[in-house]
């Protein structure tokens, strides 16, 4: 392998790896703004928060199943370019997120959060949403 092609090989495998890093870290700090917000409520509105999201709770991870289900049966069983297929599921997962991301905004408004915890709520699914844009980014444009 030439250098130049050596180089360009370790520039992919650092961009995807950046990918990685960028995800699991904006999950972590999500989940940190997400926590801290949460210790500051008070008892009646945590109440009030968990059995607001009781339901979507219990059903949040069918849709990402059936997603994964169907991306693995088109994967396996069809002869659809995989880059067709990757393209469709990470787009289709954003926008899962991207929908989830309103959805939850508005039950955090009917269920009459205060201002402080929807904007802390707002800012842990934004720096999701970031993680997550990047390693898509990174996956498709390294590869």
């Not at 997400?34 to 849709?63: H, I």
């Not at 970031?130 to 996956?139: C, E, H």
Request: hydrophobic share 55%.
């Amino acid at each position: 392998m030439s250098a130049v092609r050596q180089d360009a090989h370790h520039e992919r495998i650092a961009m995807q790896i950046s990918g990685y890093i960028a995800l699991f870290a904006s999950m972590i700090l999500s989940r940190i703004v997400n926590e801290r917000a949460f210790q500051k409520l008070s008892s009646t509105e945590k109440l009030r928060l968990m059995d607001g999201f009781s339901r979507s709770r219990a059903y949040s991870l069918v849709p990402l199943l059936v997603a994964m289900i169907v991306f693995w049966v088109l994967m396996t069983q069809t002869q659809i370019s995989r880059l067709v297929l990757a393209i469709g599921y990470f787009g289709g997962l954003f926008l899962f997120v991207i929908v989830r991301s309103v959805l939850n905004q508005q039950k955090l408004r009917q269920l009459e959060m205060p201002p402080a915890y929807r904007q802390a709520f707002t800012a842990s699914q934004f720096i999701s949403v970031a993680g997550l844009a990047w390693f898509f980014f990174t996956i498709f444009s390294a590869g």
